[in-house]
Structure formats: structure tokens, C-alpha cells
């Protein structure tokens, strides 16, 4: 009894600290390129997501080239769009993702990589990236910059959390010109993959994600309406909703 109070008093002290507002970064950094991220991309992952992790381990050193570019250019206001940032989230989200499998290779499973406190912290909440002299975890970028600052759902289906259930890895960069036309394709392949999810005009059973972050995809109407924008299949405003169950396997 006193290990399971324990442990709740340390998830509580965790979980205030890490709702800290966290400072400014007074940043002037310019908007970088992605190129060196695109190529590895393109070299190591497949059409369908399949992820060559002994590739990016044998391309380490262009990896970290890459997130060292990554990590003296914070994106700000002052000289990057609103585009140039959520690019530039995207492919960090991901990019770190992939540093933190190929650090930890071989690994079953993401969740299987151990951090900070057992049974509280979890892979998500450790903070392994810095930018500009400024810590960040996976689980911050993905809630208190994309989902928060971008108020964009199609980012759900862009970031990979390096799992079989997750949406597949696209083999290209995020780049401005093409970010408009990359986001719709993927929530389009996700959407319709039925591996993923599996559609009928009366019932479907979705992944996870769309109960996860199912306030995330039901702003401006029903979970159904936001389906039916990408959908192949027109779904019933009454179709009965289930989700699969989710495969946490590492993705290669």
C-alpha cells in the first residue's frame, strides 16, 4: 500500500511539473531545409512505411547531421510561417522518433524502451531533444505544439510513433510546397487502409487514434463527417463505431 501511495504522489509531482509553462525561446533562427531528412527517408523507408532501422543505424552520422540542423533552429514567428513551423514539427517529431529506435537497436517495441519512473513515465515524457538549449519530450511536440498551436487533426496521421497500428511512415520529408497535398494524402491512405481501419456503409471499427483524439476530429461535426471528407466509402451518419486493437510492434 505505501509503494502504491508512493508512486501516486510521485505521478501527481511529474504530471505538475511537466503543465509548467515552459519559457520563450527567443529564437531569430531561419527556416532550414530538409533535404538530408528526405534522402535517408527515401533511401530507408519503403512506399508502404516498412522502416530499414539497420539502414538509418549504418546512416547515423547523417541522421545527426540532420538533427543537429534541427536542433540550432527553433522556429519562431518573427521569420518563419505558419507552414515552415508545422513542417518543421512534423519532421522533428518523426526524426527523433527514428533516433530514439536506432539509439536503442535492436528493440521489439517502442514502449519497450524504459524511461524515467516504472509504471509513470513512459518513452513519450523523456526529454531527449534540445533545441536551441530548450529540452523537449516526443509527448510535448506532439500535444503543446501540433495538437494545440496547429489545430490541425491530418497531423495525426503524419507523425509515427515507429508501430505496426500507427499510420505509415511517408518516405519524403514535409516540405512547405508540398504540405498541404502530403497531410490530405495521408489521412486519405490512412482513412482507407484497411489494415487500419475497416469501413462499411453501416458499421465501422477504427484505430485507436480516433478515440484517442477523437475531440481532435469532431470540432466541426461528428467523427463520421470527418471520415466521410476522406473516405472511399460514404458512411451511414448512423454507422455503429468500434476500434481495433492496437499493434505496438516495431514498424520494419
Not at 177 to 192: G, H, P, S
Not at 206 to 224: A, H, P, R, V, Y
Request: glycine content about 4%.
Amino acid at each position: 500500500m505505501k509503494k502504491i501511495l508512493l508512486l501516486g504522489i510521485i505521478a501527481i509531482t511529474l504530471f505538475a511539473c511537466s503543465n509548467k509553462n515552459r519559457p520563450t525561446v527567443e529564437s531569430s533562427s531561419m527556416p532550414i531545409q530538409h533535404d538530408i531528412w528526405h534522402e535517408l527517408l527515401q533511401k530507408h523507408v519503403s512506399s508502404d512505411g516498412k522502416v530499414n532501422y539497420k539502414g538509418f543505424v549504418a546512416d547515423k552520422a547523417q541522421l545527426n547531421k540532420y538533427l543537429s540542423l534541427m536542433n540550432t533552429h527553433h522556429p519562431n514567428d518573427k521569420n518563419w510561417s505558419k507552414d515552415e513551423q508545422l513542417a518543421y514539427w512534423i519532421n522533428a517529431y518523426n526524426a527523433y522518433t527514428v533516433q530514439l529506435i536506432v539509439d536503442n537497436y535492436p528493440v521489439e517495441s517502442i514502449k519497450k524502451i524504459k524511461r524515467g519512473v516504472p509504471f509513470i513515465n513512459s518513452v513519450w515524457d523523456k526529454e531527449f531533444i534540445s533545441i536551441e538549449g530548450q529540452a523537449y519530450s516526443l509527448g510535448h511536440i506532439e500535444h503543446e505544439i501540433l495538437r494545440k498551436e496547429f489545430d490541425e487533426p491530418r497531423i495525426h496521421f503524419a507523425i509515427v510513433c515507429a508501430s505496426i497500428s500507427c499510420p505509415k511512415l511517408l518516405n519524403e520529408a514535409y516540405f512547405v510546397a508540398q504540405l498541404e497535398q502530403q497531410l490530405t494524402q495521408q489521412t486519405k491512405d490512412f482513412i482507407n487502409d484497411s489494415s487500419r481501419n475497416k469501413l462499411t456503409k453501416s458499421e465501422v471499427e477504427l484505430s485507436k487514434i480516433f478515440s484517442w483524439f477523437e475531440g481532435d476530429f469532431t470540432k466541426k461535426g461528428s467523427l463520421i463527417d470527418y471520415l466521410n471528407q476522406y473516405s472511399q466509402t460514404q458512411l451511414s451518419k448512423d454507422a455503429k463505431v468500434s476500434y481495433m486493437s492496437y499493434d505496438w510492434g516495431l514498424n520494419e
